[in-house]
């Protein structure tokens, strides 16, 4: 007797679980190969490269800085003053060794801030320009241009502002140094030459304020651009004017990134070595003047290259370069933590 009842096909799916194989078996898992549910050849790959270049740009940075406390821990060691408090004058010669981070640190913060102070005002001012007020004909331009400035070697800024801004600087410093001299700010550096070339930190100040800004004044831009129509439209409804509308909903909702953009242009700041090398290359002392001279970390570090003759003179640099990577670090860190915070 035949039986009126028939069994699924194999080409039917599987009736049980009401799923539609078409013909493809599971992969042993209850998932079916080739579907969303199971694992594709693409996604694999994909993911792999993923986590692996995320490993190896955490490998490059654990290397670096294992690099640097392998080759500072010897000298440090060996140092017969005070790595943190000794503000005499740098020693690597012979087997006595003495030297010190203040000054380096002081200069190295003192002519950042000052860029920083410069370079802020400037970057917010162009991007609600850009974002709020400037045509569309005129936006690609402007961004254009600002963005340039990027590509401009430090080599360049730093013969641009011994050659050219500092000459300018002259008489305003010494106008500001003849009628300013009771602030601390503008008082007669010890180092006459300083005020004939116009190498002081406010030239170099300056110069770093001209190569942050486009890395402020992109990130401000992209954080203002994105501000949720709504919040404008709200304001508008309201009466508010166009000032206000930046003041109540642009300004608000882009301020971390404002922040961000700052710190993140610090930390180039903290980090420039050429374009400082060329327009303050003496010690000077530590003070809050803006017409005395100095050397940051990464200047100090490439004057001194020649002198990399031995284990001991090279650690004692090295061990400069170290405290410059922790201090960038920090700064980009501080950086992602203000926008995480502000994501979250």
């Known amino acids: 007797m035949t039986s009126l009842t028939k069994g699924p096909s194999p080409d039917s799916g599987d009736a049980m679980s009401g799923h539609d194989t078409g013909g493809t078996p599971p992969d042993g898992k209850g998932r079916v190969l080739g579907t969303d549910g199971g694992k594709r050849l693409g996604d694999v790959i994909f993911k792999n490269l993923a986590v692996g270049s995320g490993m190896l740009v955490t490998a490059v940075i654990f290397l670096i800085a294992a690099f640097l406390v392998a080759q500072a821990v010897p000298s440090l060691f060996d140092n017969k003053a005070n790595f943190f408090t000794y503000q005499g004058q740098w020693v690597t010669s012979g087997g006595d060794l003495r030297f010190g981070i203040p000054r380096l640190l ?22 609600i320009y850009l974002t709020e007020y400037a045509p569309k004909r005129l936006v690609g331009p402007i961004t254009y241009t600002v963005d340039l400035l990027a590509a401009v070697p430090s080599i360049v800024y730093g013969l641009w502002g011994i050659l050219v801004l500092g000459p300018v600087l002259q008489p305003i410093n010494e106008w500001l140094v003849g009628h300013l001299t009771w602030l601390f700010l503008f008082q007669e550096p010890e180092q006459a030459t300083n005020m004939d070339t116009g190498a002081t930190l406010l030239t170099a100040g300056i110069v770093l304020a001209v190569m942050i800004l486009p890395i402020i004044t992109a990130v401000t831009r992209e954080v203002f651009a994105q501000t949720p129509v709504g919040h404008r439209e709200a304001a508008l409804a309201l009466g508010a004017t166009k000032w206000e509308v930046v003041r109540v909903a642009v300004l608000p909702f882009g301020k971390s990134g404002y922040i961000s ?15 400082l090398m060329l327009i303050i290359s003496s010690a000077g002392p530590i003070n809050f003047n803006l017409m005395e001279s100095g050397e940051t970390f990464a200047s100090k570090i490439a004057l001194n290259a020649a002198e990399f003759d031995s284990p001991a003179k090279t650690g004692a640099y090295i061990s400069a370069g170290l405290t410059l990577f922790v201090l960038t670090f920090i700064v980009n860190a501080a950086a992602r933590a203000v926008v995480s915070g502000k994501a979250n």
């Open 106 to 127: 002081y200069t190295t913060i003192f002519v950042s801030v000052i860029a920083l102070l410069i370079a802020m005002p400037v970057a917010l001012g162009i991007a």
């Open 261 to 275: 953009g700052g710190m993140l242009g610090l930390g180039r700041a903290l980090g420039e070595t050429m374009a």
